[in-house]
């Protein structure tokens, strides 16, 4: 089974700051992950996802994670935030096996909240 | 259409009423997945399904819920008797499955749900 911790339900951030939302995840096989976001009364949206290789991954709207594999972690980055960037951000896993299970698990959310 | 289409988008209905929701997916996506979300719960797999394959139930929550998957494409998700505790936001998403548990699962708008 996996797991999928994100350790800040909400993350307050003025215009223009950087943001960092982190994940970490349990599993006792291999997983890709995934960072999906939600803006307010809409379905979820891919914002990037790691799969192999290089473990810094940059996505849409200038976002970026790095996978960390000793600490499995996959934080989520942004350099400078926009008011638009208000949004439910979600971290997701999949095992890599597609005979164990395909679904994804998502964490609990982070409310990003980007304020003038 | 382009993306995964969803009916209705909102649904009121009186507790121990019957509701359907449908999904359309993505043209040609082989898998089609139903996720609930609601406050306090996150995001909670509900059903999996892959082509002709056996359909992965392991998430429903109750004999109350229930899947179907028409010619590989249309799904319905059928709530008997509702309860309160089922308002929620019920999610559909597919993606294309052929080989890699890496392809990008593509998210509806959402069918909200609301039992009185």
């Known amino acids: 089974a996996q797991s999928v911790t994100q350790l800040d339900s909400q993350v307050p951030v003025f215009e223009e700051a950087p943001v960092e939302l982190r994940c970490n995840y349990s599993s006792s096989v291999s997983v890709y992950l995934f960072w999906y976001v939600q803006y307010p009364n809409q379905g979820l949206q891919l914002l990037l996802k790691?799969?192999?290789?290089?473990?810094l991954v940059k996505g849409i709207n200038g976002f970026e994670a790095e996978f960390n594999k000793s600490q499995t972690s996959f934080h989520l980055r942004k350099p400078s935030v926009h008011i638009s960037d208000t949004a439910e951000y979600f971290c997701a896993v999949r095992m890599r096996s597609k005979a164990a299970g395909n679904k994804l698990t998502f964490g609990g959310g982070t409310r990003v909240l980007v304020k003038p | 259409g382009a993306g995964v289409s969803q009916s209705p988008s909102n649904k009121v209905t009186e507790k121990g009423k019957d509701v359907e929701l449908r999904c359309d997916p993505i043209?040609?996506?082989?898998?089609l997945y139903w996720y609930r979300q609601s406050l306090g719960q996150g995001l909670e797999f509900l059903i999996y399904f892959q082509g002709n394959s056996a359909p992965d139930k392991s998430g429903l929550p109750s004999d109350r819920f229930s899947a179907e998957r028409t010619g590989g494409s249309v799904s319905t998700l059928t709530i008997q008797r509702t309860q309160q505790e089922d308002s929620a936001v019920y999610l559909c998403?597919?993606?294309?499955?052929?080989?890699?548990?890496?392809?990008?699962?593509?998210f509806g708008e959402g069918s909200w749900l609301t039992v009185v």
């Open positions: 998403a597919s993606s294309l499955d052929r080989g890699s548990s890496g392809n990008t699962i593509y």
């Open positions: 043209s040609g996506h082989t898998a």
């Open positions: 790691y799969l192999s290789g290089s473990t």
